[in-house]
């Protein structure tokens, strides 16, 4: 399971190249209000050692210290990304670490991109969403069309609503990166029409400015999760390309 620190990398990433990693989570725990079976961090029920939140001032501190020290060492950073273990928007400090970030960021790597992966739950909230609109790439999270299908492959804490997802993305103008996980295991395919048709429709509804396709790439908590191959995702997917969406498919 991944564990990491509050500031961790530069690492390479398949989707963000040289990416140096903002945790706001527990460094030694997990926390998410989605439980995806798919989770690099594992369950949810596994990562409770540890609870404590990092705060805005530790995160900024810390992030000068290493974009200086990257800097004295000629360390390419491509992007300066929100990742970790768990849901980065849960952080309380939120919106006052994306400020800070955006601040260093100029100071030390002004050509890097700020991200932040998030699962979108929280989007509709004011501060978060003006944080959101704020960083370079925020790329949101929807797996499952439905609230049944997000409820096997996301396990959301109760009260997730993907038509609330939806509407509150709708206030971006498409100003977002999608970011869609396609796996199949027995009781989940995200081949299928019942997965793929309803997910169509919301990319069509949102119209994000990049659409970002994954399977998994790591061990996942579920054994029974199988990887699509890239030439499947892009036939899955083929329909949207042909109508001009921009879509990265990461195998
Ligand atoms: S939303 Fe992300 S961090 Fe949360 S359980 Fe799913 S994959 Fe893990």
């Not at 992966?117 to 790439?137: E, G, K, Q, S, W």
């Not at 929807?142 to 206030?171: C, F, H, M, Q, W």
């Amino acid at each position: 399971m991944l564990r990491e620190k509050t500031v961790f990398g530069p690492i390479h990433s398949r989707r963000l190249g040289n990416s140096l990693g903002i945790n706001l989570l527990p460094e030694e725990g997990k926390l998410c209000n989605f439980d995806c079976i798919y989770c690099e961090c594992g369950w949810n029920r596994d990562g409770h050692g540890d609870t404590r939140l990092p705060s805005a001032r530790e995160v900024r501190d810390k992030l000068d210290a290493m974009l200086r020290r990257c800097a004295a060492e000629s360390i390419a950073i491509d992007s300066i990304t929100f990742s970790g273990d768990g849901e980065p928007t849960l952080n309380p400090d939120f919106a006052a670490i994306i400020d800070d970030t955006l601040r260093l960021r100029d100071r030390h790597y002004p050509a890097a991109q700020v991200s932040v992966l998030t699962n979108a739950t929280r989007a509709d909230r004011p501060d978060v969403a003006a944080a959101l609109r704020r960083v370079d790439n925020a790329i949101m999270k929807i797996d499952a069309p439905t609230n049944a299908l997000a409820a096997v492959i996301n396990r959301p804490a109760p009260g997730y609503d993907v038509a609330r997802v939806v509407e509150s993305l709708k206030a971006f103008d498409g100003r977002f990166v999608l970011q869609t996980c396609m796996l199949r295991c027995s009781d989940y395919d995200s081949t299928q029409p019942a997965v793929l048709d309803g997910w169509m429709d919301i990319v069509r509804t949102l119209r994000p400015r990049r659409i970002m396709v994954y399977t998994v790439d790591r061990a996942t908590p579920r054994p029974d999760i199988e990887k699509l191959s890239p030439d499947t995702m892009r036939r899955l997917v083929q329909p949207l390309l042909d109508e001009g969406f921009q879509i990265e498919i990461y195998g």
